[in-house]
């Protein structure tokens, strides 16, 4: 059976672990199949916040925030498919926001999941992000016989790829995330979600995903203490690709067949939540209905070129910004510079599919980023 050494997202707050995972036949308990190491690493100080920042979370007023104060910055889980690990959006995130503003993340992120098959599939990175940006390597624990864990004669050092979490129950159960203070139930801020963008639009699968919603992420995201916010997802840039047939003619009818599904799993969280962690939805669809109708040229630019539905970097680049007011209740910094834009993606695992020769769209000009920004600020003062 193959083996793939993992390792969760790194940040320079937190101690980190080394994780073994061995993929099983059929994920039921990713516990059984997922063993954690202690590990120690020499790690920098939390950054101090801003005045400006600190102020940010104290008007929220909510608890968990209180506990992220304390830490700097927030901390954020991913669930979601390829709408969130295409330009690989949990690390441009961080790296879009004011610097220390999310001090950790880690996702479990699936190619064409629901929020069905996530939750019963689990993690299915192990392969798009096993790349260079996602490589790290770390000495191994020392055994019973002072070498190496797992019977290691030599000190070789391991090289681990940082995939996320190999399920959602992996990800949210707080005596398992990693980087904690054991006594603080805070354990996640908040947890970004995703459902398959056809998912919310069809009356059948919405209620059927909302059901998995409220009876299995749910109580997770209540222990954690965090807000969950749910993307609704961009329209696709053509009718009826990817079997969209009925999902109308026009990215108009799509985005309001999403926006209603999504508006539902909302409603169905916010009566169950307490009121300092009610759920957020982020209108990312909504934003790219906005340039749509205001300049259709960028529009096309936000679809990747080759199967026109999945985000370009332009598309994730609107899809951050919108994740970020969401979030702060403010927008990110606005590159200003070519060299900025780059460093938004400096780490990023995985971007465009490129095989067979095909090469990856181009980044975000500072002219169409800005435009971008703005819109974000339009659609989210408007619409949160």
């Known amino acids: 059976m193959l083996k793939i050494v993992v390792v969760a997202s790194i940040s320079t707050v937190f101690v980190s672990a080394l994780v073994l995972y061995t993929a099983p036949n059929n994920i039921t308990s990713s516990r059984h199949h997922w063993t954690s190491m202690p590990l120690l690493l020499a790690m920098?100080?939390?950054?101090?916040?801003t005045q400006q920042q600190q102020k940010?979370?104290?008007?929220?007023?909510?608890?968990?925030?209180?506990?992220?104060?304390?830490?700097?910055?927030?901390?954020?889980?991913y669930l979601g498919n390829s709408i969130q690990y295409y330009?690989?959006?949990?690390r441009f995130l961080t790296n879009l926001s004011h610097r220390g503003a999310i001090v950790h993340q880690d996702s479990c992120l699936r190619g064409g999941a629901t929020l069905v098959t996530l939750w019963t599939k689990g993690n299915g990175m192990q392969h798009k992000f096993a790349t260079m940006n996602a490589k790290t390597t770390v000495l191994p624990?020392?055994?019973?016989?002072?070498?190496?864990?797992?019977g290691n004669a030599n000190d070789d050092e391991y090289v681990v790829y940082d995939v996320g979490s190999s399920t959602v129950q992996d990800l949210l159960t707080t005596s398992l995330v990693l980087g904690c203070d054991p006594n603080n139930k805070d354990r996640w801020d908040y947890v970004v979600v995703n459902d398959h963008t056809q998912g919310p639009a069809r009356p059948v699968s919405q209620k059927k995903h909302e059901q998995i919603l409220l009876d299995k992420y749910l109580p997770?995201?209540?222990?954690?203490?965090?807000?969950?916010i749910i993307i609704e997802t961009h329209a696709y840039r053509y009718p009826g690709i990817n079997n969209s047939e009925?999902?109308?003619?026009?990215?108009?009818?799509?985005?309001?067949?999403?926006?209603?599904?999504?508006?539902?799993?909302?409603?169905?969280?916010?009566?169950?939540?307490?009121?300092t962690i009610q759920p957020r939805m982020a209108p990312v669809g909504t934003a790219f209905l906005h340039v749509h109708d205001d300049n259709y040229k960028v529009w096309e630019s936000l679809f990747d070129p080759y199967d026109h539905f999945h985000p370009s970097?332009?598309?994730?680049?609107?899809?951050?910004?919108?994740?970020?007011?969401?979030?702060?209740?403010?927008?990110p910094p606005l590159p200003r510079s070519d060299e900025e834009i780059r460093d938004l993606w400096k780490d990023a695992r995985v971007m465009h599919d490129i095989s067979n020769g095909n090469q990856g769209p181009p980044l975000p000009t500072?002219?169409?980023?800005?435009?971008?920004?703005?819109?974000?600020?339009?659609?989210?003062?408007t619409d949160l």
């Not at 997770?220 to 969950?228: E, Q």
């Not at 108009?252 to 009121?275: M, N």
């Open 141 to 150: 624990p020392v055994g019973e016989n002072g070498r190496g864990g797992g």
């Open 366 to 381: 500072m002219i169409e980023a800005e435009y971008l920004w703005n819109v974000a600020k339009i659609i989210c003062e």
């Open 44 to 49: 920098k100080p939390p950054l101090i916040e």
């Open 87 to 90: 330009n690989d959006c949990p």
């Open 56 to 77: 940010q979370r104290e008007d929220e007023k909510s608890s968990n925030h209180d506990s992220s104060s304390s830490r700097g910055g927030v901390r954020v889980a």
């Open 220 to 228: 997770l995201i209540i222990d954690n203490g965090a807000t969950p």
């Open 246 to 275: 009925d999902l109308g003619s026009t990215p108009h009818e799509f985005t309001h067949l999403v926006r209603k599904g999504v508006q539902s799993y909302i409603h169905a969280l916010r009566t169950k939540l307490p009121e």
């Open 313 to 331: 970097p332009s598309g994730t680049f609107l899809q951050g910004c919108v994740l970020h007011w969401t979030m702060f209740d403010s927008p």
